[in-house]
């Protein structure tokens, strides 16, 4: 049961890491593509808050999110290793 919860989570903060390193690379390549002034348009929404966010603080933002999920998999993937679950399984293998 615990593991099965610990697999489940696993997933999902695997899942959300990937989503905002994509947000990331989005958002990086907005800013280049407005730099070269291939683009007028290109932005973020940090979930409808903190309007008037610079370039360098949305990079330094999306960062510090996937930063903060990477650290999250760290602790569980350490609790399952405390726990005698084998290395890999939490990541299916």
């Known amino acids: 049961m ?8 696993h997933q999902s ?3 959300e890491a990937r989503k905002q390193e994509v947000r990331l ?5 907005a800013l280049e593509d407005a730099k070269d002034l291939k ?3 290109g932005g973020i929404n940090h ?7 610079t370039p360098d603080a949305g990079i330094e ?5 996937v930063h903060d999920t990477e650290s999250d ?7 399952a290793r ?6 890999g399984t939490l990541r299916g293998q």
């Open 61 to 65: 933002i999306l960062q510090q999110r």
């Open 2 to 9: 615990i593991l099965t919860g610990t697999l489940s989570k």
């Open 39 to 41: 683009t007028v348009t």
């Open 47 to 53: 979930d409808g808050g903190d309007i008037g966010i």
């Open 82 to 87: 405390r726990n005698g679950i084998p290395p």
């Open 13 to 15: 903060w695997r899942a």
């Open 25 to 29: 690379q989005h958002y990086c390549q």
């Open 73 to 79: 998999l760290d602790a569980l993937e350490d609790l």
